[in-house]
């Protein structure tokens, strides 16, 4: 990577390309977070790494950081707003649907020791 490039790509990206915009630095893949993890390892310096990558210090830094703490250049699956129910609520609902099949929803929602909407339901009926 050359710094040409990322200064071509920040132009191109930029709402208002002028001298004074901070420069946007363009998605790394996991193969180039891989590479800055090996030069490190290796026993490049940081100053090296940015030197070699074309890189920011700071994405390097972080890069090596994250390594260190999860073991994995990859990013981390982010699966949103987690469930309200819990499992023991999931097996209630599991008994109430395969003892009763003939409920409506707002009347297994009613059933439920868990106050949630009928909607909840209705989506985690869809995950079992």
Known sequence: ???????????MTCKHPTDNCPPIMPYLDVETHG???????????FRAID????????TIYN??????????VKTQRKNGRPTILKDCDQCQLSR???????????QVTNLMTENV????IQQEIHKL
């Open 1 to 11: 990577m050359q710094i040409g490039l990322f200064k071509e790509h920040h132009l």
């Open 35 to 45: 590479r800055i993890v090996g030069m490190r390892q290796a026993g490049l310096s």
């Open 51 to 58: 030197q070699l990558a074309g890189v920011p210090l700071t």
């Open 63 to 72: 890069t090596v950081f994250k390594y260190q703490q999860i073991g994995t």
């Open 96 to 106: 109430i649907i395969t003892r009763c099949h003939c409920l409506t929803v707002s």
């Open 117 to 120: 909407s009928t909607r909840t």
